[in-house]
Structures are given as C-alpha cells and as structure tokens.
C-alpha cells in the first residue's frame, strides 16, 4: 500500500512539474493571502476577518502567511492542531459549495509550490494583508 502511495506522489509531483517550461503567470503568487483579500462580492475573506468569525485569537502578529501560522499550530499528524489537516479539510469540505472547490477548482497548486530543480513541494507564503 505505501508503495502505490508513493508512486501516486511521485506520479502528482510528475504532473505539477511537467509544464515547468512553460512560462505561465502564477495567478496566486502568495497562497492564503493572494486568495483571501478583502472583497469577493460583500464577503471579506481576509484571514483575519474570518478567523475572528471562527473565535481564533487575534493574528495580527503574524507576518508571513501561513508560514508564522506554525509558531502555534504543528503539522505533526498525530496532534489535535494539526495545521496541515484542518487546511485540507476546510478547502475540501462539502465540495459542492466549497468556494475553493467551486471557483478556484480545489487546484493544488494555488497553494503549494515545486521546486522544479530539486522537485521538492512546499508551501507559498507571502506576507498578511490585513
């Protein structure tokens, strides 16, 4: 089983790189910020507006989103605050009206970045705005 996983990942990290030559303006050069800015439609999706929302302490110290997310929240997969899980399951739940399935096309690389060199995946990060 963890060798088909592990060829899938190989197979996914292959299809995210396979265009790498080809110069395409990234749409969302800074992940969680470059999506949640302060207007679609009536909706403030500003990070900071919709994790008071939610009775998140205050984020106004972060600077780098999400990276600075981490100094509470761990992405140790056995822990209750598991960073990377509660991501997923926030932009993949319920499908059907999930705005990031429905209008970004759950599209991982809206988030995530390759290193085409080194074929190493990792997060975007840019600085809040808010």
């Known amino acids: 089983m963890k060798d088909r996983i592990r060829v899938l990942w190989v197979a ?3 299809s995210l790189t396979a265009f ?3 110069a395409v ?3 969302f050069p800074e992940g969680c910020v ?3 800015v302060e207007k679609i ?7 900071n507006t919709l994790l008071e929302q939610i009775g998140h302490r205050k984020v ?3 600077k780098q989103v999400p990276r600075d997310c981490g100094r509470c929240h761990t992405s140790d997969p056995t822990e209750e605050e598991n960073f990377t899980a509660m991501i997923h399951e926030i932009h993949f739940d319920v499908p059907k009206i999930n705005l990031f399935v429905t209008r970004f096309d759950g599209a991982c690389i809206h988030c995530h970045q390759v ?3 080194t074929g190493e995946a990792g997060l975007k990060n840019g600085p809040k705005n808010w």
Request: charged content about 35%; glycine content about 12%.
């Open 25 to 27: 303006a990234d749409e």
């Open 20 to 22: 790498a030559g080809v």
């Open 115 to 117: 290193d085409t060199e």
């Open 12 to 14: 996914g990290l292959f």
């Open 41 to 47: 439609g009536d909706v403030d999706f500003r990070l």
């Open 60 to 62: 106004d110290r972060l």
């Open 34 to 36: 470059s999506c949640h």
